[in-house]
């Protein structure tokens, strides 16, 4: 598995050799980077690390704006912020935008910004792009898939059964991934659970320690009231099945993680962002999926189920 994701991660560094041009002839350029959530998310700042990276030795403009959609998901307050974040393209010009996740994509890019001139590069969207009609002639990216079914082949080792369940935050995000692990990947899930506050998360954590025999944790961010320490306790205390996670932040209460890597999303992003400020459109530019990942396990909810071994290559959370 090592190997593989070597090999992976090479062939994603090729796919945008670094540019040709001199950094000099990017001065006077803009690019807008805009977050669907909010600084010191750990998913958001891992984008926008890639996208300080690639562009921190060209004379690019970036400009940053976080429309905080995590904390804040009415659909009123939503629709708002995506109207300011329109204001600020007007008074800032960008000659790129790059869209993360799918909220920035679904009330800014699509109903003012899809099939006009200005170009857009989104990264982070869950599994299906087309739902937004991209790519088009001013939009392409990158899909954001996560590595369920190596997650789901690393439970299994443990797991008593083959029965599957599901918890997350009651939010979009996480209600199209789970649609699309059934359509796409095929995973029939024997209970889905969505949890608004941290209470009701915890009654819907304890039923499916008696009603499956694994269960993926997609993300508890977005739930009200979550207390990281609190959870922590409780789950240690009341495990019973191999839990796999995919962001690296839920690993505190999940056996097992395979977890993406977001600055890939940022770096390849602000690559295609350089080419189509080269004069490549983004039509030329073909859609891409993530294909980087990291292997957790979690040593202390291992020793509570008695699981000792973690598999290969695997990183040690403690």
């Not at 998913?43 to 690390?49: F, K, L, P, R, Y």
């Not at 403009?61 to 007007?90: G, P, Q, Y």
């Not at 991209?134 to 443990?158: R, S």
């Amino acid at each position: 598995m090592h190997n593989l994701w070597r090999k992976i991660i090479f062939s994603f560094l090729v796919i945008f050799p670094m540019t040709t041009m001199a950094a000099e002839n990017y001065a006077g350029k803009k690019i807008l980077f805009i977050d669907s959530y909010h600084a010191g998310f750990e998913w958001s700042d891992g984008i926008a690390q890639g996208v300080r990276g690639v562009l921190e030795k060209t004379a690019v403009e970036l400009k940053v704006v976080h429309m905080d959609t995590k904390r804040n998901a009415s659909e009123a307050f939503i629709k708002s912020a995506a109207l300011k974040v329109k204001a600020v393209i007007e008074e800032f010009k960008p000659d790129v935008v790059i869209a993360s996740d799918d909220n920035a994509c679904k009330y800014l890019i699509v109903p003012y910004y899809k099939n006009t001139d200005l170009p857009v590069v989104f990264c982070a969207v869950n599994w299906d792009a087309a739902v937004y009609g991209f790519p088009c002639k001013n939009v392409t990216g990158m899909v954001e898939v996560a590595l369920i079914p190596e997650i789901i082949k690393n439970l299994k080792k443990y797991a008593k059964g083959n029965s599957i369940g599901f918890i997350a935050a009651d939010r979009l995000s996480a209600k199209k991934e789970y649609q699309y692990h059934r359509e796409i990947l095929n995973i029939d899930y024997t209970q889905a659970y969505f949890a608004k506050n941290y209470q009701e998360w915890k009654r819907m954590f304890l039923k499916l320690q008696d009603e499956v025999d694994m269960a993926i944790m997609l993300n508890h961010v977005g739930i009200t009231d979550w207390n990281d320490r609190q959870a922590q306790t409780f789950v240690e205390n009341h495990t019973k099945i191999p839990m796999g996670a995919r962001n690296g932040w839920d690993m505190s209460f999940s056996l097992i993680g395979v977890v993406n890597i977001p600055d890939e999303q940022g770096t390849w992003a602000t690559h295609a962002a350089l080419k189509i400020l080269e004069g490549v459109p983004p039509s030329k530019i073909p859609l891409t999926r993530n294909k980087q990942g990291k292997l957790f396990f979690n040593l202390r909810i291992g020793k509570k189920l008695g699981i000792t071994t973690p598999p290969p290559f695997a990183t040690i959370s403690d």
